[in-house]
């Protein structure tokens, strides 16, 4: 079955003008916001880029090696960028307004970009959580605020409305992960007075809004324009959603690893439809929510500050560095040794979840340091990445995600995680 890259290589001679933008277009817009377009695309005001030229200049700066360019555990890679660059469909269009923040102090990671399609409308493409423990710390604050990023994100899509209101031009906007919440959030808090010039809303596999927080949804505010897509197995697309209906899609991922866009499945007319909802990330998402609940506002501030506080102790920036060798997987493993057993059992959960093509490695350096005597935290990490049954593959996935255990991680053989 084709992906997105299968998509744009065979399907990308077809213009707009032939057939209208869809929800594909949208899921390949939404995954060229994880490029870093640092000197590529310029910020607001200055002049705009073909997206073919944009391309082009992220193969040749990258080289052999796009993962410098990629800020995301999604797989995107110079298959993806040669096809989008050369889609007549959506080659031709422009690149504007790149704005990219990360501020440890303000807890902030935030990026998007505009693209001025040939249709003649806009597509605002929100990035979703990248790699550093910024950005996931502040996926942990949409559980009891609004975040940073949320509000950046509420800013930029107003400014574009407000050009766009004025030309007579319509904007699209969308999103993965994150990225979705933060259009959801964009969108919802839209000036009304700007409301006519906003079209579609796509959130891919992004989380909801805690109505505690954010007391009106999307699909209040925008109705049948908001559209939300989520893989057959998705607990992330999951978590404080709404009663807006979902396109459950195939994906030719395992469990957790559906996440990616790039495993999501497209036939000649658009996404492959799943018959339903994978039961298991049913279960998961149950028992996850039914955790999240008991936790007051506070509790789960307090929890996110000593996770992350945690996490940071080790001297890591980014997840790939929390296990990138068995002394900084013992600093921090060591450092979570005195944490609330909540926040412990949420770390190995996690962790287990992020390790992807890496997992070897992961499990060889995790195995010396509890060999070392890191901690009993470490050995317990180690049970969680180690392979089959003694990685809580088998029992009951409701009860190991009560204990923190979830039953998401990716194995050996699983590739990168989305």
């Known amino acids: 079955m084709a992906n997105l890259s299968d998509y744009l290589e065979l399907r990308g001679d077809i213009t707009l003008a032939e057939r209208p933008f869809n929800d594909v277009d949208n899921l390949a817009l939404a995954t060229l916001a994880y490029l870093d377009l640092t000197g590529v695309v310029g910020g607001e005001g200055e002049r705009g880029v073909r997206l073919s030229d944009a391309c082009g200049r992220l193969l040749e700066l990258a080289g052999d090696d796009l993962s410098s360019r990629v800020r995301s555990l999604a797989t995107v890679d110079g298959r993806f960028v040669s096809a989008l660059g050369a889609s007549a469909r959506l080659g031709g269009a422009v690149l504007r307004d790149y704005a990219d923040v990360r501020d440890g102090e303000r807890v902030m990671q935030f990026a998007a970009v505009t693209v001025d399609l040939e249709d003649g409308q806009s ?44 030309e007579g031009r319509t904007v699209l906007v969308g999103g993965h992960s994150k990225g979705g919440n933060l259009a959801a959030y964009a969108a ?24 505690s927080v954010m007391p009106v949804s999307c699909h209040d505010v925008v109705g049948e324009r908001y559209r939300r897509i989520i893989p057959a197995y998705s607990v992330v697309g999951r978590v404080f959603s ?12 395992s469990r957790s690893l559906q996440h990616d866009p790039l495993t999501w499945q497209v036939g000649p007319t658009g996404f492959v439809e799943a018959e339903g909802p994978d039961p298991e990330c049913l279960v998961v998402g149950r028992a996850f929510a039914t955790w999240l609940a008991r936790l007051a506002p506070e509790d789960r501030r307090r929890l996110t500050d000593e996770l992350f506080d945690a996490l940071a102790a080790g001297g890591a920036e980014r997840f790939e560095d929390l296990l990138a060798s068995p002394a900084s997987a013992q600093k921090v493993l060591a450092a979570l040794g005195g944490v609330d057993v909540r926040t412990r059992d949420a770390v190995l959960a996690l962790l287990g979840d992020l390790v992807g093509a890496s997992a070897a490695a992961t499990w060889d ?16 990490v180690a049970d969680r990445l180690a392979p089959g049954e003694r990685r809580g593959l088998g029992g009951d996935p409701a009860g190991d995600v009560e204990r923190g255990v979830g039953r998401g991680g990716a194995r050996k053989d699983d590739g990168p995680a989305a």
């Open 188 to 211: 919802a808090s839209c000036p009304v007075a700007l409301a006519g010039a906003l079209g579609r809303v796509w959130s891919n596999d992004g989380p909801g809004m805690d109505r």
């Open 123 to 166: 597509y605002v493409a929100f990035r979703g959580t990248d790699t550093t423990l910024v950005g996931w710390r502040e996926d942990f604050i949409l559980s009891f605020a609004i975040t940073e990023a949320q509000r950046a994100a509420a800013d930029y899509l107003a400014r574009e409305l407000e050009r766009a209101d004025a």
């Open 365 to 380: 350096a995790v195995v010396r340091g509890a060999q070392q005597g890191a901690s009993g935290v470490a050995r317990a």
């Open 242 to 253: 709404d009663e807006a209906p979902a396109t459950i899609v195939r994906s030719s991922a």
